[in-house]
């Protein structure tokens, strides 16, 4: 069966792959076909295939799993903005490298690797070829997946082993020799199941607090979480820092923010006062201040880096 990645693409791997436990890769049925997207582009074209996890997994992964493959004349840069969502990135070629938007002279190179919530914006740099599986977590489900606080992963990335161990070699390497997409969906099925089989237990009052604000859009009082849940304010405080990675007060900002950046990304001919009413802000102006806070530019500017499937490309 022919490969559905590039003749050639990522790292090239000698011999089998390490033996992994038994339990954790035995794959399972595929319960939904994988769709495939591709974009052609001036410069290059990208592929993006997708398909809705395992059913037992939907109550902890974000959306459906992301495959792409990307070959482009020149090396491409994506504008990373805040978000609610913990990304995780399985990387089946070149190394990506990585600068957060406010100290661009720090640079780090990663393979595969988790990136916690972030109050700013982030530039990954790719090479002209690139493939990778892409699989979004809300904050509190990453933190039942992987076990670790949420706040050591804020503002930061970190590389998949040393988060998990070997098995992170182990999952790479059986992903990047699998044929098609689906059996690497089936793969990622499996490692995810099995880290469930540990999975860390959440503060329900942290757990509640984060819908308030995702179901508010960011307008929910902070200050009423206390009266409702009758813990001390620096109780609740300390354990969403935890279990989320920011504070209540910046992911309720964020919150508002992406409803902004995702209007600008699905919408056409919508003035920044509109935007900026509709998500609660007190003017234009204060929208302003958070979307370049949030993004590193303008609403004008980003809307015109979106391209399909793509994300936001900053030359």
């Known amino acids: 069966m022919a490969r559905d990645s590039p003749r050639g693409l990522g790292r090239t791997l000698k011999g089998a792959p390490t033996p992994l436990r038994e339990h954790v890769y035995r794959v399972t049925r595929i319960f939904a076909a994988s769709q495939t997207t591709r974009h052609e ?56 490298v990585i600068r957060d938007a406010r100290a661009p002279q720090v640079v780090h190179s990663r393979g595969s690797f988790i990136a916690g919530l972030a109050d700013g914006c982030t530039f990954v740099d790719s090479a002209t070829e690139s493939c990778a599986i ?28 040393d988060l998990v161990g ?6 790479i390497a059986r992903l990047h020799d699998a044929s098609t997409w689906d059996e690497r969906f089936d793969l990622l099925d499996a490692f ?6 540990c999975a860390a237990s959440t503060v329900p009052e942290v757990a509640w607090m984060w819908t308030q604000i995702v179901q508010s859009h960011g307008r929910v ?41 995702e209007r600008l990304r699905t919408a056409s001919g919508v003035r920044s006062s509109e935007l900026a009413l509709d998500a609660g802000y007190c003017d234009q102006s204060h929208l302003l201040r958070d979307f ?12 015109a880096q979106v391209v399909p499937d793509g994300g936001v490309i900053d030359w």
């Open 41 to 96: 582009r001036e410069f290059g074209w990208f592929a993006l295939t997708s398909r809705a996890p395992n059913p037992r997994l939907a109550r902890y992964v974000t959306g459906p799993y992301l495959g792409w493959i990307e070959q482009t004349s020149r090396p491409v840069r994506r504008r990373e903005i805040a978000s609610t969502a913990i990304p995780l990135i399985l990387n089946l070629g070149p190394r990506y």
């Open 134 to 161: 892409q699989v979004n977590f809300a904050p509190l489900d990453a933190y039942r997946v992987f076990g670790v606080p949420m706040a050591s992963l804020a503002n930061a990335t970190v590389e998949l082993e």
């Open 166 to 171: 070997a098995s992170a070699g182990e999952l």
């Open 192 to 197: 995810l199941l099995d880290r469930l089989r």
């Open 221 to 261: 009082a902070i200050g009423s979480f206390a009266r409702a849940t009758g813990r001390s304010h620096k109780y609740l405080i300390s354990r969403f820092h935890e279990q989320v990675g920011l504070t209540p007060k910046m992911v309720a900002r964020i919150v508002r923010f992406e409803r902004v950046a």
């Open 292 to 303: 370049t806070a949030f993004a590193g530019t303008t609403p004008t500017t980003y809307r």
